[in-house]
């Protein structure tokens, strides 16, 4: 099953009640507190993060099977765990930027979030 989350979209300004990735080094905002679903994401600048995941935007899906969803899919990142109950992985599909979520706990994703 895949639910819409969100669209990511890389940024540089810093934006009210960030939460901080170490994994990837991104500050990242709740994208529920946002008119349009968007998450934005502001890299460090020692962010291991490359390429089209740094530079563009992504749509988000919650699934219940990570693995499945990375079945013959271009890795671009990941997986890796995102917050304590959220694990993540980037992927080339058709040509878009994927972003597949792995919630372990109930409710939404961004802590202290609805």
Do not use: C
């Not at 009210?16 to 460090?44: A, F, M, N």
């Not at 980037?90 to 597949?100: N, Q, R, S, T, Y």
């Amino acid at each position: 099953m895949r639910v819409f989350d969100h669209v990511g979209v890389p940024t540089e300004v810093k934006h009210e009640g960030e939460l901080y990735v170490p994994e990837t080094k991104v500050w990242v905002t709740d994208p529920l507190r946002d008119p349009q679903r968007i998450e934005w994401l502001r890299y460090e600048p020692d962010t291991p993060v490359e390429g089209p995941v740094r530079e563009l935007p992504h749509i988000a899906f919650r699934v219940d099977d990570l693995e499945h969803e990375m079945e013959g899919a271009e890795i671009l990142l990941g997986p890796f765990q995102a917050t304590e109950t959220v694990r993540v992985v980037f992927v080339l599909k058709d040509g878009a930027i994927f972003e597949f979520m792995h919630n372990s706990a109930e409710g939404h994703w961004f802590p202290g979030g609805e």
